[in-house]
């Protein structure tokens, strides 16, 4: 990484950091381009030796300890994994909607044409997007062809991207209308547990969770109550709340749970598109240009 850095930004020098453990003694820097899972004893020797920029690479920042930071502008890699979770998102839908595997044939001497799951469609189907981001932005662009009604609510009065996507003015009304609900808001205390008994209540009876966001948006246990006692149908999770979570837990056993170990992410562009992101923003540093992926911390992303 170090290398393509240097071999990109010419007048750079990138110097590599230990994984674990605090960084070298007096080495100073500008620009720190730090992970998920850095710790603090690695990160406060650098700010305190007269850093400026601090890039974290990835999106979501709740794993990056922002109380640290004095007078350092942080930004993020966002968007460059929208592209694999908005695909992932798509495989939970349809899965969800063709009944997959349930419907996987395994025995040559079962009946035919007599599914165990009843089948539905995306056509039609008002798909309602929580947080309008470049994921969700990216999810409603490969919802349209399948001829959806993507709604969406979002925390800003920003108007809709695309005149397809209908901005609804409270989370109480996407609630009632969706389909399927998909999860693409950052984790912050503003939306910590925003989807909680009294969110499931309003959910249309059958409909779909996914959640590809963070856990701690979804209150586990009124989740639960929700698909034992309805409305929920089914739920798809890639993320929950804790990371990892504690052997035989329910999410990994509940049938109308599929979850996924946090992988929406992956795909084999995906950390080269991180780095890029970077790589831009390091250009843009030198030339004393605004910098793209800006972090307010204050609101948490």
């Not at 230990?18 to 603090?40: C, R, S």
């Not at 399948?146 to 996507?165: E, G, L, N």
């Not at 034992?228 to 798809?236: C, K, M, Q, R, V």
């Not at 804790?242 to 049938?255: F, I, K, V, Y």
């Amino acid at each position: 990484m170090a290398q393509r850095i240097e071999a990109e930004v010419p007048g750079v020098t990138a110097v590599p950091l230990p994984f674990a453990g605090p960084p070298p003694a007096g080495l100073q820097g500008e620009v720190l381009l730090t992970y998920p899972g850095a710790q603090v004893g690695q990160i406060q020797p650098l700010l305190d030796s007269g850093l400026k920029w601090v890039h974290f690479l990835g999106v979501g920042i709740d794993g990056f300890p922002c109380e640290i930071l004095t007078e350092q502008t942080l930004t993020c890699s966002r968007g460059a994994n929208a592209v694999p979770i908005a695909e992932f998102v798509m495989a939970s839908l349809l899965a969800f909607c063709k009944g997959f595997p349930d419907v996987w044939q395994h025995d040559a001497g079962t009946t035919w044409f007599a599914p165990r799951v009843p089948l539905t469609s995306l056509q039609g189907a008002v798909v309602g997007l929580l947080g309008l981001g470049s994921i969700a932005r990216h999810v409603a662009e490969r919802l349209f062809p399948f001829a959806a009604q993507v709604k969406a609510v979002r925390r800003t009065s920003t108007p809709s991207p695309d005149p397809r996507i209908e901005l609804l003015p409270s989370l109480e009304e996407l609630l009632v209308r969706a389909d399927h609900l998909v999860v693409a808001a950052p984790a912050t205390p503003a939306t910590y547990h925003l989807l909680d008994a009294g969110a499931f209540a309003k959910m249309k009876t059958g409909s779909h969770l996914v959640n590809i966001a963070r856990g701690s948006i979804v209150d586990q246990d009124a989740l639960r109550d929700a698909l034992d006692n309805g409305p929920l149908a089914g739920a798809s999770l890639d993320v929950s709340d804790p990371e990892p979570l504690p052997a035989d837990h329910w999410l990994c056993t509940h049938p109308k749970v599929r979850f996924t170990p946090h992988i929406s992410w992956n795909s084999p562009y995906t950390l080269d598109a991180m780095l890029d992101a970077f790589l831009a923003n390091l250009k843009r540093y030198q030339k004393g240009e605004p910098l793209e992926g800006l972090v307010d911390i204050a609101a948490g992303y």
